[in-house]
């Protein structure tokens, strides 16, 4: 069992990131729901849309604990650093989304 994280920071700016992680990933759920409504007039490579964005948010749900004991220590340590590889994931698979979006749409 992992231990404890202790709170050090008044502001909790480590609860507050993962908050707003939290509402990314559930705007991706939310978004893979809306693809499966497009399933009746676009066909079944809608899918992909809806996999890409439900791993997405499983990718963020499963990186949450990790993210906030790293920012809990950057807060200790008085050196917090962005997460610029969570970040760039996330733009581009909003990219990835899109152009396929575009090419189910406009396709064949």
């Known amino acids: 069992m992992a231990k404890p994280i202790e ?3 008044p502001g909790l700016q480590p609860e507050r990131t993962v908050i707003a992680w939290n509402r990314t990933m559930v705007s991706f759920l939310i978004a893979s729901v809306v693809f499966l409504r497009w399933m009746p007039h676009y066909g ?3 899918i992909y849309l809806v996999a890409l ?3 997405l948010a499983l990718g963020i749900f499963a990186s949450q604990r990790a993210r906030y004991r790293k920012m809990s220590r950057g807060v200790r340590a008085e050196r917090v650093s962005a997460d610029v590889l969570a970040v760039l994931l996330t733009t581009g698979t909003v990219l990835a989304l899109g152009v396929c979006a575009i ?3 406009l396709g064949p």
């Open 7 to 9: 709170i050090t920071d």
């Open 44 to 46: 079944a490579g809608v």
């Open 53 to 55: 964005s439900m791993l």
């Open 103 to 105: 090419v189910i749409v």
